[in-house]
């Protein structure tokens, strides 16, 4: 068990660029969570994925925001268009079925300039 | 929706002392509560859980929480602090097995020598 791992840790970007994050679950888990950290403030919720399939979104997640998990294994998000709102530590986390206990990776943090 | 409220922002103890970190929920039935600990530059460690049961958990690291129903509240304990356990400390909700977690602010934990 290597636990969650996301790529990659920094990322610092142009407004306007497109910018994309992976996650890799731990291994047979099958529940993923994106979640946003902002300075000062918990993480909140952005997009969940049981398998392959998104249950669901936050409205925070705007029409720029796209999450997959393709195969049920890894998960990307990607940011179309990056603002400076954007900013902030994207986290990942899975869980396996029967409890809700969430495993977190590092996350990834991106400044946008 | 769910909530959580952690009033403290920033508490400072001395190393060996006692402390209460505080969480009150507001969820419509019985919650699935969780605290988590972020030291800096680092993710989300698990510290304990509470899903049903014994109404006093206990976590990793020494730390012991109690799930007051009446009170909506589910502080965190720990009857003697080390200068380590210095980080920031996050309570948060679920709905069920399979649910996002909603995050309080958290409180800013320094342990003075």
């Known amino acids: 068990d290597t636990g969650v791992s996301q790529d990659p840790r920094h990322k610092i970007t142009k407004r306007g660029q497109n910018v994309t994050f992976r996650c890799d679950p731990i291994?047979?888990?099958?529940?993923l969570y994106w979640y946003r950290q902002t300075l000062g403030q918990g993480p909140e919720f952005l997009t969940y994925?049981?398998?392959?399939?998104?249950?669901?979104k936050s409205r925070l997640l705007s029409d720029r925001f796209s999450a997959e998990r393709p195969k049920g294994s890894f998960s990307t998000l990607e940011i179309q268009r990056t603002e400076q709102g954007d900013s902030a530590m994207y986290l990942c986390?899975?869980?396996?079925?029967?409890?809700?206990?969430?495993?977190f990776g590092p996350g990834t943090r991106l400044t946008v300039l | 929706a769910q909530s959580v409220t952690q009033p403290d922002i920033h508490i400072t103890v001395s190393e060996g002392a006692s402390l209460e970190l505080r969480c009150n929920y507001s969820?419509?039935?019985?919650?699935?509560l969780f605290w988590y600990v972020q030291s800096p530059g680092q993710g989300l460690q698990l510290l304990l859980k509470?899903?049903?049961?014994?109404?006093l958990v206990q976590g990793i690291k020494g730390f012991e929480a109690e799930f007051k129903r009446s009170q909506s509240s589910f502080n965190l304990r720990k009857p003697s602090v080390h200068w380590s356990d210095a980080a920031e400390y996050f309570c948060?909700?679920?709905?069920?097995?399979?649910?996002?977690?909603?995050f309080g602010t958290g409180t800013r934990l320094q342990v003075t020598l």
């Open positions: 986390a899975s869980s396996l079925g029967h409890n809700n206990e969430q495993f």
């Open positions: 291994s047979e888990h099958n529940r």
């Open positions: 994925f049981q398998n392959e399939a998104q249950l669901e």
């Open positions: 969820y419509g039935a019985t919650p699935y």
């Open positions: 509470y899903f049903s049961g014994d109404t």
């Open positions: 948060a909700v679920g709905a069920g097995t399979a649910s996002k977690l909603t």
